[in-house]
């Protein structure tokens, strides 16, 4: 898998310009949209090919958070055979009232898959619900890494991160005076 090459991919399906209104309320012209590369399928394909060899040795069950990482754990899923389970950011009051869905935790080695990290927020967040069910969080895989203190605030909490990319090797692969988000 050239790296490279997926990292220009990336950029060019989800980098817009524009008028864009961030989360922190700032007007941007630029932003990294990255429903983009996950809803091309080829592109969500070669990205499965790069992240599967991330999974931890031993992984019995995928764990894809609500929204972004679901795309990703069903491709990843599909491209390793192992079973995908989906987690929500909070159990639903009806029907099953289960935070993740899908195959039993209980006991299982899971690894948690995320698309875009950038504190570990979500993935922290995800670990009492899925250690709550019997889960055994083995790791956590995701397709970009934008923040490296991420990695040491997941540690805090005993899962190591393995990212696909990091949001600076993907600039650092952009031809000089192209855009940056």
Not at 28 to 44: C, I, M, V
Not at 132 to 151: F, K, S
Request: glycine residues 12%; aromatic residues 4%.
């Amino acid at each position: 898998m050239d790296m490279r090459d997926l990292a220009l991919r990336i950029y060019a399906a989800s980098h817009l310009t524009g008028a864009f209104t961030l989360r922190s309320g700032k007007v941007s012209g630029e932003y990294f949209d990255k429903y983009r590369f996950e809803s091309d399928p080829a592109l969500l394909s070669a990205i499965a090919k790069a992240m599967a060899p991330l999974i931890p040795a031993g992984t019995e069950v995928l764990a894809g958070l609500e929204m972004g990482g679901i795309p990703v754990v069903t491709a990843l899923s599909l491209e390793t055979g192992l079973p995908a389970a989906y987690v929500r950011k909070a159990a639903k009051a009806y029907g099953t009232c289960k935070q993740a869905e899908g195959p039993d935790l209980s006991g299982r080695k899971v690894c948690v898959v995320e698309d875009v990290v950038t504190s570990g927020g979500a993935v922290i967040d995800s670990l009492g619900g899925l250690r709550g069910a019997g889960a055994v969080v083995v790791g956590a895989v995701c397709v970009i890494l934008r923040d490296p203190e991420a990695v040491g605030a997941l540690k805090a909490h005993g899962v190591r991160l393995c990212p696909a990319l990091t949001m600076g090797y993907i600039k650092g692969c952009l031809p000089t005076g192209l855009e940056r988000p």
